[in-house]
């Protein structure tokens, strides 16, 4: 049985999460291969993660050589077929379950090595549900990262009635001892720990400014003045993504069919016209593209 240490990863998609999981590994001394749709995304991801090297350099965080080194542990390909010899990979393309179980069943076939971990960022969907598109169902876990995934210390770990312990302990050692990361535990069910707490709250505050009861400025200041939270839920759900906290509520509506899970309209007109926040450049509020 392989369980060498885990010196090979694969992550797919260089979206906000993808880009922020690739560049950590990299500054963790591991290989890494990034996997997106075509060429010039590939070419936004490493912008995206060149970027926030950058940033990392300006405030201190690393030095210019750890920024060099990082930039040359990433490679990227629009080949899954080149994910063959990876240990670890993470999946963290957009928020849908045809599309990550068509990933995961396509990945299973390659990845080699038996105790692979193969773990999805998934917010919110089951983990269960992408494991069984899988022929081998106890190689896939959940590792949920965080945004920005850089700074904040949290990865919850979800494992499934499949599960191996080997696995399980494969991906806990590797987002604690090589990343760093604290972890916590979360049964399989839809949101995990922090989605399922957050979200909720995030949909009521919609709900109040499409009500007219406050200004999007009067709830995030009175949650930031009030509360002491870093920032104010209709900013951390244009931070998120509108369309990510949709896909999550109706993830957890399905699961749970709690009325407070339910995306309110004005959250769904927002997705339908684009307004999909930071990174789309609107949101809630308005930013310069990142
Ligand atoms: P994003 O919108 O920034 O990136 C989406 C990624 O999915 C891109 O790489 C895109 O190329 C890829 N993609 C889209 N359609 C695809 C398709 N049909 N086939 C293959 N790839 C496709 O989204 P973000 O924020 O990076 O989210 C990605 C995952 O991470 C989602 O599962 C989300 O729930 C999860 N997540 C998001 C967090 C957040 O704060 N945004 C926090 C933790 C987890």
Redesign the pocket.
Known sequence: MSTEKIQRVGI?????????IAEVCARAHVDVLVF??TRE?AAA?RARILRSLDRGVSSGKITEREREQAAWRLRFTSDLGDFADRQLVV??????EE??T??FAELDKVVTDPNAVLA??????PIMKIAVATNNPERVVGM????PVPVLPLVELVTTLKTTDTVTKRAEQFAADVLGKQVVRSADRSGFVVNALLVPYLLSAIRMVESGFATKEDVDKAMVLGCAHPMGPLALTD???L??VK??ADSMYEEFKEPLYSAPPLLSRMVEAGL?GK?AGAGFYQYNRA
């Open positions: 797919i998609g260089a979206g906000q999460m993808g880009a922020g997106e749709q995304l991801g999946e963290a393309v957009v928020e849908n599309v990550k068509a990933i999805s960022n998934t917010s919110s969907i949920h990262f965080f945004n931070l998120v993504g369309d990510t896909s999550i999909l990174k």
